[in-house]
């Protein structure tokens, strides 16, 4: 019923390579599960994984997010389930007093959250959002400060519904609250626009708060309930995918409004739709930053996003690197290699001299001084692996393992296979590469054709003429 039902065993990061202090941060915690059982709760973890990565939008913007996974062990398995709210009244000693029944709906899984969010922050101090997975087979999950899911069947969908309420402050779109026979209250929603940004009680196309989706020859209101004293359970009378405004959500039967006819937020095992898709995306993203150098070289800076405004992050830099994994710069004097922080002038030395570096998604590499070998950073303090022998330059990017590096004698291309001294050839000599997301790019030595790696053996297709350089990235 306590913390003292428990202890907390530690932290793993189980997906993502998105800079820590950038990355969207999710954090899932266990409870209900025995120091016996842990290994039912990483399976739990590894399928939300799996789920989420593979729902869209998530699928196409998994690379922004960071899922960590913090064990908990608790005394007993399972959950608190009252008989007044229709359970079985078993009660259970687990660390965040998780408990079905909230506002005496029996499928309203909440726990302690205060707890849950004090333990999170004391395992990933920069996470976005705490999930907690309760160990029981009885169906339930709530949004809020804080996710909840069981692990009933189609436990993944119910979880990443309440995803959407904690982390996106989505609202349920459907039309009923307890949702049981004979409800009564929810006929009209009361006047006052929601502040969800998927639910509104306004149906003009100049005002509607997801108007950019609308087409000009779609009806407003789409769809309207025929008896506010029930449901409207019709199939909708428009194609699928037709973003409007739909009767009945918010708890409601009538007056509140959803932007498609099916939604995650109404119907788990369906799409988002539009509208929530696009908050998810931009809400989930990675916020990217542009920094440059001074033509002195005395100081280093970071773009703030509009006009022509900068702010000072460091001082005096000989050159910088940056990539997913974060920004380094090198001290103009000794040639060291520091790691930007996050804020200004909060710099860390990570590494000696090198003739180069280049970033991927999830560390930094360097090429010695005598470019005789190839070093991986290992992530903490100055520690770094040699993974390969002499090499002419490094490209990094998205695409595979992130690097390659060229023969420093014949100009060959080799891609890192992600194991030391493991590297396969890819092309032959270029003026120039660039890495992009799905593939690598070459310019041919004379510059006069672009090239794209077709991505097995040796394979490259002519993409373009003549040209002075090549850059890969996000536009």
């Given at each position: 019923m306590t913390t003292s039902d428990g202890s907390v065993q530690g932290r793993t990061q189980i997906h993502g390579r998105a800079p820590r202090n950038r990355a969207f941060t999710v954090v899932l915690l266990g409870d209900g599960f025995t120091s016996t059982q842990q290994t039912d709760f990483n399976t739990a973890c590894t399928n939300f994984v799996t789920a989420l990565t593979t729902t869209p939008p998530y699928d196409k913007i998994g690379r922004s997010v960071n899922i960590w996974r913090v064990n908990v062990t608790s005394t007993d398995s399972g959950a608190d389930d009252p008989v007044g709210a229709g359970g079985t009244g078993a009660t259970a000693r687990t660390y965040f007093d998780s408990t079905f029944g909230a506002n005496n709906i029996r499928r309203l899984l909440v726990c302690d959250s205060s707890t849950?969010?004090?333990?999170?922050?004391?395992?990933?101090?920069?996470?976005?959002?705490?999930?907690?997975?309760?160990?029981?087979?009885?169906?339930?999950?709530?949004?809020?400060?804080?996710?909840?899911?069981?692990?009933?069947?189609?436990?993944?969908?119910?979880?990443?519904?309440?995803?959407?309420?904690?982390?996106?402050?989505?609202?349920?779109?459907?039309?009923?609250?307890?949702?049981?026979?004979?409800?009564?209250?929810?006929?009209?929603?009361?006047?006052?626009?929601?502040?969800?940004?998927?639910?509104?009680?306004?149906?003009?196309?100049?005002?509607?708060?997801?108007?950019?989706?609308?087409?000009?020859?779609?009806?407003?209101?789409?769809?309207?309930?025929?008896?506010?004293?029930?449901?409207?359970?019709?199939?909708?009378?428009?194609?699928?995918?037709?973003?409007?405004?739909?009767?009945?959500?918010?708890?409601?039967?009538?007056?509140?409004?959803?932007?498609?006819?099916?939604?995650?937020?109404?119907?788990?095992?369906?799409?988002?739709?539009?509208?929530?898709?696009?908050?998810?995306?931009?809400?989930?993203?990675?916020?990217?930053?542009?920094?440059?150098?001074?033509?002195?070289?005395?100081?280093?800076?970071?773009?703030d996003g509009s006009g022509t405004s900068w702010t000072k992050i460091g001082g005096p830099a000989g050159n910088l690197y940056a990539g997913g994994w974060g920004l380094v710069a090198t001290n103009p004097s000794s040639g060291d290699l520091y790691r930007y922080l996050g804020t200004p002038d909060s710099w860390q030395l990570i590494g000696s001299a090198g003739a180069q570096f280049a970033i991927t998604n999830d560390t930094v590499y360097g090429l010695t001084p005598s470019k005789n070998a190839v070093y991986r950073y290992d992530g903490s303090g100055t520690s770094w692996t040699k993974i390969g022998g002499p090499a002419g330059n490094l490209y990094a990017g998205d695409w595979g393992r992130g690097l390659l590096a060229t023969n420093p004698s014949s100009g060959d291309l080799y891609t890192y296979l992600g194991r030391p001294d493991s590297w396969r050839l890819t092309g032959s000599a270029g003026a120039q590469f660039a890495v992009a997301s799905d593939t690598v790019y070459g310019l041919t030595p004379s510059r006069n054709a672009v090239y794209r790696y077709e991505g097995s053996g040796l394979a490259w297709t002519k993409v373009g003429d003549a040209a002075h350089s090549v850059v890969a990235g996000d536009i």
């Open positions: 849950v969010l004090q333990t999170a922050a004391a395992q990933v101090p920069e996470f976005t959002v705490a999930i907690v997975v309760v160990n029981s087979t009885i169906y339930g999950g709530s949004g809020g400060s804080i996710g909840t899911y069981s692990l009933a069947p189609g436990a993944t969908e119910i979880a990443i519904h309440e995803l959407g309420h904690t982390a996106y402050g989505l609202a349920d779109e459907y039309a009923c609250y307890a949702c049981t026979s004979g409800e009564t209250g929810h006929d009209v929603h009361p006047t006052g626009e929601p502040t969800e940004p998927n639910v509104t009680q306004n149906t003009r196309r100049d005002t509607l708060k997801w108007g950019w989706a609308v087409d000009p020859g779609t009806a407003l209101p789409t769809m309207s309930n025929p008896n506010c004293a029930t449901v409207d359970d019709r199939p909708s009378t428009v194609p699928a995918g037709t973003v409007g405004c739909f009767e009945g959500a918010h708890y409601y039967h009538c007056a509140a409004f959803r932007p498609e006819h099916g939604c995650k937020m109404r119907t788990l095992g369906v799409p988002f739709c539009q509208v929530c898709s696009q908050v998810i995306r931009a809400r989930t993203k990675v916020a990217k930053n542009i920094c440059a150098l001074t033509p002195s070289r005395n100081a280093v800076y970071r773009y």
